[in-house]
């Protein structure tokens, strides 16, 4: 099994430079205990993410971290031109020796895609397009596209990605049958929601995999995202992951209670952090703890990446540090070899 971090950027009730330079240094920390990857959400007008250009964010990780590797979760395709976000992808690959992730999708929140003036009934054919259009470019010289939403003509295609035929793709999925695309194309997936509803999708991604004759002892990245707090003592740990949910969950569903919107995932996460730890969506608790949680995690899921989410809400830096640290040397270790 292998480990990364989540994280949303969300408002952590400090000033925005120092949210930045605080994340920063927990990066370098991620870097430092052999964090397989670190994957930054892209949101917009919402204090649930206040990195909303990740690759203006990335780029400063990819200067303060030597072997973490990173990407967007995800890059909402139908906000940028293809062109622009190519180049992108090249100067962060180049800029951090070939540790880009490449998340991408459509985004899931209409209010936000409206922030862009952008139908949100309309992204899903837009990311489409403009995803065939972005791999074409990651793997040509010269770039020609003739769509509905995008068209392109004789661009020469000057910036190249150091990881070849392009950074490796990664995908969110939800339900059961979003899996086909990513299984049928080696896809890393990263998954949140209830122990039942991820194992309908991990199990129909190796359905996937085994029509299209895919080799099973090479598997994708199967992830799932937690919230995770570890402390000294389970006691000690709630009273972390209690505070710093409430800041964040009232994060999360701003924009949702802004309009008056039903986001129908209440259900996923709940008012409280013990809701959430009932629901078995996140854990907070001593290193002994977090292992069975992990372990039934596993069991349940049959994820082969576990993705964290150490830092959220108000949890202070040295918080979060800490936990890390007892994370790494005494909860990681004990699946080096699963």
Known sequence: M???????????????????????RLTEAYDRAGMYAYHVAEHHATPLGLAPSPSVYLSAVSQRTKNLRF??????????????????????????????QLGVGRGVSPRETAAYSIDHNETGKIYHEAYQLLIKGLT???????????????????LKPLQKPHPPLWYGLIFP???????????????????QAIRAVVDRFHEERKKAGKDPNKVPMIGVTRHVVVAETDKAALEIARRGYLK?????????DKFGDDPHIRHIYPATFDELMAVNNGIAG?????????????????????VSWLAFGDITVAESLKSLELFTREVMPAFANK
């Not at 971090?5 to 925005?16: E, Q, R, T, W």
């Not at 040509?140 to 000057?158: A, C, I, P, Q, R």
Request: hydrophobic share 40%; glycine share 6%; aromatic share 14%.
């Open 177 to 195: 049958e979003q899996a086909t695309w990513p299984a049928a194309n080696d896809v890393n997936i990263i998954m949140l929601g209830m122990r």
């Open 140 to 158: 040509s010289d010269e770039l020609n596209f003739t769509g509905k939403y995008y068209n392109v003509k004789d661009v020469t295609m000057v």
């Open 71 to 100: 990407g967007p979760m995800v890059y909402c395709l139908p906000l940028y031109h293809p062109i622009r976000l190519i180049e992108e992808i090249c100067m962060l690959d180049r800029l951090s020796n070939g540790r880009l």
């Open 2 to 24: 292998k480990f990364g971090v989540f994280d949303h950027l969300d408002d952590a009730g400090v000033p925005l430079e120092t949210l930045y330079e605080n994340r920063l």
């Open 248 to 256: 964040w969950v009232n994060s999360f569903y701003w924009i949702w």
């Open 286 to 306: 001593s290193p002994e703890t977090v292992k069975k949680y992990i372990t039934a995690e596993a069991e349940a899921t049959g994820l082969n990446y576990f």
